[in-house]
């Protein structure tokens, strides 16, 4: 089913069952004189939905760390149906210690036909409901510049996917201060520029606290019982770093073998370990029975990870 379409229907349920709770209206975005000079193609966040928001905001899913623990980096859905599982993976982060001075998404290219290239980010800045977030262009310099990686700054590509943009909003209001990056990486992409894009991520970590996340929904299409046993295999292939594995997952695993490998390859090189923090369905998230036709072409099932140290 169109993901556009699958908010859709589960805004209209999930406003029927509860009713948001008190969160911060949207402020008008008024830029200075020197925005203004300087931001003349803001990205938009096209995927903002309040309703959706106030429903992750209002009952964010609790996640812990032992208070020892660092979380360095992460693994969440983009599905917005899971808006309480992103809520509760930026709302850990946001609780941190130290602040972050990036946020950087990885996240699948959705849309490849309007893609010169399969590693694609963005140098403008964003226009959020809660104000603008600023993009670390040394951050995306370092991956346009590389002349391996070959990545194409498209801001129309980026604005479009949902995969990075649907998480736009999280990051500017659970940590504010934050600068964001965005990378999207086509299935297609050559393992070759995938080490090297990887390379330079881990490169770029040592200097700044950027906090890694990939974006990455699991099982697709496929009905309950299916999508159990491919979860299994994924979290199995996860949790033991199997890179190999998991680059031979197609959908019915997870949508972007290239975005979590390079959450496990951070991971690896900060000396971190995996914390599974949830594991849920849309199933789970939709008051239906499956025989539905909201769920004619299957479930989307979702984990979250914390990488820390």
């Excluded at 209001?173 to 992409?189: Q, T």
């Excluded at 190999?244 to 972007?256: E, K, T, W």
Aim: proline letters at 5%; a negative charge; one cysteine or more.
């Amino acid at each position: 089913m169109n993901k556009r379409l699958y908010c859709v229907l589960a805004l209209v349920l999930l406003s029927a069952c509860t009713s948001p709770a008190n969160v911060p209206e949207p402020s008008p975005i008024i830029l200075t004189v020197a925005e203004s000079k300087t931001n003349n193609s803001l990205l938009n966040c096209i995927y903002f939905d309040r309703e959706l928001f106030a429903q992750g905001l209002s009952s964010p899913c609790k996640y812990e760390l032992d208070s020892a623990k660092t979380l360095t980096a992460g693994m969440v859905p983009h599905h917005l149906l899971a808006a309480d599982m992103i809520a509760g993976f930026f709302s850990l982060a946001a609780q941190q210690k130290d602040s972050y001075d990036t946020v950087l998404l990885i996240s699948p290219s959705h849309f490849p036909e309007k893609c010169s290239s399969d590693a694609v980010t963005a140098t403008a800045d964003w226009n959020t409901p809660y104000g603008i977030l600023k993009t670390d262009i040394e951050l995306v310099e370092a991956l346009l510049s590389n002349e391996t990686i070959g990545a194409e700054n498209s801001s129309d590509a980026v604005e479009y996917d949902h995969g990075a943009a649907g998480l736009i909003p999280f990051v500017r209001y659970y940590l504010p201060k934050a600068k964001v990056a965005v990378c999207l990486l086509s299935n297609k992409l050559s393992q070759q520029r995938l080490d090297e894009i990887q390379r330079v991520i881990n490169e770029q970590r040592k200097d700044k606290n950027i906090l890694l996340i990939a974006s990455a929904d699991c099982s697709h299409y496929l009905m309950p019982h299916d999508a159990e046993k491919h979860d299994k295999a994924t979290a199995q292939a996860i949790q033991s770093f199997d890179f190999a594995q998991i680059m031979q997952f197609s959908d019915s695993n997870l949508d972007s073998p290239q975005a979590v490998t390079t959450f496990l390859s951070a991971a690896q090189a900060s000396g971190a370990v995996l914390k599974q923090l949830d594991h849920s369905s849309s199933a789970q998230k939709l008051p239906h029975a499956i025989s539905n036709p909201i769920y004619d072409e299957g479930i989307t099932t979702y984990y979250v990870y914390a990488a820390v140290k």
